[in-house]
């Protein structure tokens, strides 16, 4: 079937160069790669845009697929365009993949492949392949499409065409979920950003594949021997959701088809979910560290996904005060608490100010003594420094600190109302 020709992909795609898919057939077959094609979102958003001129498509970077090595082609293409024009920004030989720069423009570049899944969630094994054999591989119908350049052709073995006709995203076979669970966190971002809905088989699929929890590893398990799906993989796909446009439609349709129970249950059934990572993105925390906190073991769970050493530190620090708070609450001696008692005990248990917005946004009871600590008491300094007591004839020393800290108390309690 043919679709676009080159100059109307490349005006349709205004980021894309001029005569820059005709550089990059003709360089394919000066190496004598047999099939070179445009796949991915690009593909999908050229045959949305087809059908509603309304579509707007966002465009990130090209992927091709080519039959043949992408190391000879992209040698092939540095020769063509020099090095002012090409820059290659990564090359993974494990994968068969390279990532260049053109003109300014992303271009993404993998040989055709197959992948087997040895153990479902890890990482798969590759060989080299076909463009048609490579298809099968992706995640949905819908991204499963190629647009062949030697005759424009487009390549559509899993009916994405009609997918798109009726905004339908549906696995590719019955062991998707099963071989990579992270296609349940795409899912659900695609449908939120393409406007679409599962079907119903990708649905029954989703729920039975949990229940039955095929994986070797378990979420109460030892979070180093999670595989890299349930682990690694998984915070790259929840990372892309919360960070995307549409990320609360994205984390609605999550709950709704029951994926968050690949990353926790508690997460799965909580109602307010949203209303939380939505407060504290506004505080300038990142979306994945306050979702990992809602969950039932964040310490464990920010392991297992391998968060960086600033966001354990804060929700590390999150617990202790969390922890701290349940102890206070045993008995009713905090009601009568002046403030200078409040502020002494909230930053003896020294956690980062992250950490309290994080313990804010749970709806803690003691929340208000917790935001009138961060945005009131923490600011009010001691109205005499420890020059002025030198000055008056004290002693240098642990005393002037004393005194310094109690005139700080006494002009907190002086300034606050409850």
């Known amino acids: 079937m043919e679709l676009f020709d080159k100059s109307t992909i490349e005006k349709e795609i205004k ?56 190391s000879t082609y992209v040698e092939e293409l540095q020769k063509v ?16 993949t390279s990532e260049v720069i053109i003109d300014g423009t992303k271009v ?35 991204n499963a499409m190629a647009i062949e350049l030697k005759n424009n052709r487009l390549i559509d073995l899993f009916s994405g065409l009609d997918a798109i006709e009726n905004k339908k995203i549906d696995f590719l076979h019955q062991s998707s979920v099963l071989e990579d669970p992270t296609r349940i966190i795409r899912s659900s971002r695609y449908s939120a950003k ?9 649905l029954k699929q989703i729920k039975d594949t949990i229940d039955i929890w095929p994986w070797n590893w378990h979420i109460e398990d030892n979070t180093d021997l999670a595989p890299s799906a349930l682990s690694i993989r998984l915070k790259m796909e929840l990372e892309l959701l919360l960070k995307s446009k549409y990320w609360k439609n994205a984390l609605k349709n999550l709950q709704t ?54 966001q354990k530190e804060i929700i590390e620090g999150a617990c202790r005060l969390n922890k701290s708070l349940r ?46 600590w961060l945005f009131n008491w923490k600011h009010i300094e001691s109205p005499i420094k420890g020059d002025d007591l030198i ?28």
Not at 38 to 48: E, K
Not at 81 to 96: C, D, W
Not at 196 to 202: E, K, T, Y
Not at 394 to 418: C, S
């Open 327 to 372: 102890d206070i609450k045993t008995n009713d001696f905090y009601k009568n608490w002046p403030p200078s008692k409040w502020t002494t005990t909230l930053e003896e248990i020294n956690v980062n100010e992250s950490s309290f917005i994080l313990e804010i946004c749970r709806e803690n009871s003691l929340k208000e003594y917790l935001k009138s």
């Open 257 to 310: 088809c029951e994926g968050l129970k690949i990353v926790d249950s508690k997460l799965q059934y909580d109602t307010r979910l949203i209303e939380k990572i939505f407060i504290a993105k506004k505080s300038n925390i990142e979306p994945l560290t306050a979702l990992v906190y809602e969950s039932n073991n964040p310490i464990s769970l920010a392991n297992r996904l391998h968060l960086n050493q600033q």
């Open 194 to 202: 393409l406007d679409f809905h599962l079907s119903d088989q990708a």
């Open 391 to 418: 000055a008056k004839g004290w002693e240098p020393g642990e005393k002037i600190g004393i005194e310094i800290k109690r005139q700080r108390m006494k002009l907190i309690d002086e300034t606050t109302i409850f």
């Open 108 to 142: 993404d570049i993998a040989s055709a492949r197959e992948e087997t899944y040895p153990i479902p969630g890890e990482n798969p094994i590759v060989e080299l392949s076909t463009i048609k054999k490579d298809l099968p591989r992706r995640d949905f119908n819908i």
């Open 15 to 70: 980021e894309l160069p001029s005569g820059i898919l005709t550089i990059l057939f003709d360089a394919a077959v000066s190496v004598n790669i047999t099939s070179i094609a445009i796949v991915g979102g690009v593909v999908r958003d050229l045959i949305t845009k087809s059908k509603n001129q309304n579509y707007k498509i966002i465009f990130n970077d090209l992927d091709l697929i080519i039959e043949g090595e992408t």
């Open 81 to 96: 365009l020099g090095a002012e024009r090409i820059k290659v920004i990564r090359n993974n030989k494990t994968y068969k």
